[in-house]
């Protein structure tokens, strides 16, 4: 399956498809990308065999690799400038190619290196978990962490190609494919009530690796990020809409100190439902539309994820919920629901709103 996403700063491809990586140097040929010289940065947790697949299909003499521990932790300059030197040891050129090989962190670790060596090369995305390839992999945005919260430091600068090789899904765990599907749970609610619905019928296909409908769901989720991203590249106003549950959820990743016990994809799901249950509670979400949320949601045991965040931890969430980049002045800016299918963007909250609404969420 292919989709192409066109923008003012690129066009490119999205590839979706089984045995992918065995032959993407030829893909990346029919896509007109003529580089010289690749350098393929890659996670550590990706199979050693995925890995030889992908470099055997390139000469020896044009290919330089790099492995690196991807975590929260290691999202930060450090680890781009050390990418930045092999890029600089080698004399790459703005015609050559960065080959990032992992999760989301490693994707938007290795865009915004790209973005920044010589005001940018080409960026080749090959998405390793379910969650990167619906969500991260598109729409340009690369970014790192610093000490005043997720993403501040970062970019908007679209990939030349994004290569979705369902193969690598088979080594993922189950918790890994949850984190996956909440990404893609959240496009069905901002987009496409028939799409929930179809979630709603085959979601234990999806967490069980039914290819023929894995392939589609990525596929249609894919499809609903890159509608919103042609419409607004830079977040300006309609794509804000993609932040549903994120002002909650990388408030609570940060409260816990990124830890592992709650991940990305879990702390998305745990934003999403703090999102659906804030718009019930303020009268905007139908109450119908709740119900069929919360149903679903509490089937992929949610509400377990509560442990990793207490009462005490209410002022360190709001703290971080006041660093989002959507807030334009002290108060919180959320995006919440009307309905299943129609989000609405920039309503703003006062502080006292937030805390009262967490002590409720967290006391149960």
């Not at 442990?307 to 006041?322: A, C, N, R, T």
């Amino acid at each position: 399956m292919k989709l192409k996403v066109k923008t003012n700063i690129n066009n490119y491809s999205i590839i979706i498809g089984k045995n992918l990586c065995s032959k993407i140097y030829k893909i990346i040929l029919n896509e007109r990308i003529y580089s010289q010289k690749f350098l393929l940065v890659y996670d550590s947790k990706v199979p050693a065999q995925m890995i030889k697949s992908i470099i055997s299909r390139f000469n020896k003499d044009i290919i330089e690799k790099k492995k690196i521990v991807f975590n929260e932790k290691s999202k930060n300059l450090k680890t781009v400038s050390s990418i930045v030197k092999i890029l600089e040891k080698n004399n790459f050129s703005r015609n050559d190619s960065l080959i990032s090989v992992g999760g989301g962190i490693c994707g938007d670790v290795c865009g915004f290196a790209s973005s920044i060596f010589k005001r940018g090369l080409n960026f080749i995305n090959v998405p390793t978990t379910l969650l990167s390839q619906v969500d991260s992999a598109i729409g340009g945005k690369t970014g790192i962490n610093s000490l005043s919260g997720k993403n501040m430091i970062g970019s908007f600068y679209q990939p030349s190609l994004v290569i979705s090789d369902i193969n690598f899904l088979k080594s993922l765990p189950k918790r890994e494919i949850i984190c996956g599907y909440a990404e893609i749970l959240k496009h069905s609610l901002i987009k496409d009530k028939i799409f929930f619905k179809f979630l709603k019928k085959n979601f234990i296909k999806i967490l069980s690796h039914n290819h023929k409908i894995l392939e589609k769901t990525i596929y249609k989720s894919c499809l609903i990020k890159k509608d919103i991203v042609e419409k607004d590249e830079k977040e300006k106003n309609i794509r804000k809409v993609l932040n549903l549950g994120h002002t909650f959820a990388h408030a609570y990743e940060a409260t816990v100190g990124y830890n592992k016990g709650l991940n990305h994809g879990e702390a998305v799901l745990l934003g999403i439902m703090s999102a659906v249950e804030f718009s019930r509670k303020k009268n905007i979400l139908k109450k119908n539309d709740f119900a069929q949320i919360n149903d679903h949601l509490r089937k992929l045991n949610y509400d377990s994820l509560y442990k990793y965040l207490k009462v005490k931890d209410i002022s360190k969430i709001i703290f971080y919920m006041k660093q989002d980049k959507k807030n334009k002045d002290n108060k919180i800016n959320l995006i919440l629901l009307k309905s299943i299918g129609k989000p609405i963007l920039n309503k703003s909250f006062r502080e006292n709103n937030i805390r009262s609404f967490l002590k409720t969420l967290l006391y149960r």
